[in-house]
Nanobody, 118 residues
């Protein structure tokens, strides 16, 4: 059974930090590209960060460059998102995504809420 379970969300003040984690099971984690998306109320889901399979090349949305860092541990089947210098506009539900582009398979987690507010 495929599972992606996010954790680490919560309420934080502007300028604070949070670390999101996504635990994967039920598929060959190391063969999937991993991404974090977010969706704020009334807005479309947007890509935040990606880390590719086989080498770990990373990509970031312009809005989070220099503040967020994505990482993966293929031995523990986890992907993390370290978020620093958080802003109110970072408030959203954050989703973990696993994508296998060759076989066109994609898995989603249920999301974890991040709220940045004073």
């Amino acid at each position: 059974q495929v599972q992606l379970v996010e954790s680490g969300g919560g309420l934080v003040q502007p300028g604070g930090s949070l670390r999101l984690s996504c635990a994967a099971s039920g598929f060959i984690f190391r063969s999937f590209d991993m991404r974090w998306y977010r969706q704020a109320p009334g807005k479309e889901r947007e890509l935040v960060a990606a880390i590719l399979r086989f080498g770990g090349s990373t990509q970031y949305a312009d809005s989070v460059k220099g503040r967020f860092t994505i990482s993966r541990d293929d031995d523990k089947n986890t992907v993390s998102l370290q978020m620093n210098s958080l802003k109110p506009e970072d408030t959203a539900m954050y989703y973990c995504n696993a994508d296998q582009p060759v076989f066109k398979v994609s898995h989603w987690g249920q999301g974890t809420q991040v709220t940045v507010s004073s």
